[in-house]
């Protein structure tokens, strides 16, 4: 929860589109509050998992390095590359790196239908600082933490690196993004955004993935019929441990008494006035959304992905403490490889 001098910005999104960062920098997650805390990675990654990182004992690791020519009694010749010995008609073997350091990818979604907030901040900046919480608890072991933004016409991708200065420098290209108005053209969906992640970032890894999971035009409440992004979730878990971070704002989940009111969708063409104060209506809505958020949570949950709701009118950092304090009694449960997805 922001101070009251703050929460202009967030009133300012509701009267009409924002046009910058609800919430400075300097505040997007206290390092004093998670000092004591630690995410657990509990996936076999690459194979192994020693501690908490990749290759954390000495050792050959399994990152392929430089060839170099075959040392007869000395190699492996289960090492042999056979591609290199072909080109050069010498016997050449692969050497492998031990790498001890994990990689963390977080892909912001930064459609139009996360410009909206009405309790202090955005769903957008919160998702910013669900994904600065979650930098400072992995930059403190030496990970290295990279970003990619999901726009409606293309995917921002921004190297990663380690340490806190990088972690800072994230951040701010994160904050200063632009703000994308209401129906910008461009065709790229969540889907989208998971698919280009699990294609670019090939070494395995923890995967981290903000969104409100809302699909533009999916009415659909049944939660046996799964979202369209469902499906690529679940192909990024496969080799992945994956945690779903899901912002919702107060007003989308408990539909408030306001009179007669227009409602429209800032990524479809959808507007109708609704009658706030008529109960039956208000009634209809709240058990929609209510069915919307399980269908949500149900998909999160087929896809062996770790999910954790914030909601702007709450504090993240509290929440996200409660979250990684009970993480490590139930992640092994959390992240089963899903069943069913080819590699």
């Known amino acids: 929860m922001l101070a009251p001098d703050d929460r202009r910005g967030a009133a300012m999104s509701v009267l009409k589109p924002p046009s910058g960062p609800t919430i400075p920098l300097n505040k997007l997650a206290p390092e004093a509050a998670l000092r004591r805390l630690e995410l657990t990675i509990v996936r076999r990654l690459e194979g ?17 390095n430089d060839a170099r020519i075959y040392q007869p009694g000395q ?6 590359d056979w591609a290199v010995t072909a080109r050069t008609t010498v016997p050449h073997v692969r050497d492998t790196m031990a790498d001890r350091e994990l ?4 892909l912001l979604d930064a459609t139009p239908s996360m410009n909206w907030g009405t309790d202090g901040i955005t769903k957008r900046d919160l998702g910013i600082a669900a994904i600065a919480t979650i930098g400072f608890l992995s930059q403190r072991m030496g990970d290295r933490f990279g970003g990619m933004i999901l726009l409606p016409d293309k995917v921002k991708r921004f190297p990663a690196r380690s340490g806190r200065t990088a972690l800072y420098g994230l951040l701010r290209k994160l904050l200063t993004e632009p703000i994308v108005p209401d129906h910008a053209s461009g065709e790229l969906e969540l889907a989208d955004g998971i698919e280009q992640l699990t294609r670019t970032e090939r070494r395995r890894g923890m995967r981290v993935v903000v969104s ?18 469902e499906r690529s979730l679940r192909r990024l878990a496969v080799r992945n441990q994956v945690l779903a971070v899901e912002v919702v704002d107060r007003h989308e989940i408990e539909f408030p008494d306001v009179g007669e009111m227009l409602i429209r969708d800032p990524e479809t ?3 109708r006035y609704v009658n706030t104060s008529d109960e039956g209506a208000r009634r209809r809505m709240d058990a929609a959304t209510t069915a919307q958020r399980e269908r949500i949570k149900i998909a ?14 709450r504090d993240w950092v509290a929440d996200i403490a409660r979250f990684v304090l009970n993480y490590r009694r139930v992640a092994s449960f959390l992240h089963q490889p899903p069943q069913g997805v080819s590699k």
Do not use: C, Y
């Open 75 to 80: 190699d492996d010749v289960r090492k042999m």
């Open 212 to 229: 409100d999971f809302l699909t533009p035009g999916d009415s659909e409440l049944d939660p046996n019929v799964p979202p369209p992004w």
């Open 300 to 313: 999160l949950r087929r896809s062996g992905a770790g999910h954790i709701q914030l909601r702007t009118d």
């Open 48 to 64: 192994f998992l020693h501690g908490d990182h990749l290759g954390l004992l000495p050792g050959p690791g399994s990152d392929t």
């Open 269 to 271: 063409d959808f507007s």
């Open 103 to 106: 990689e963390v990818w977080a």
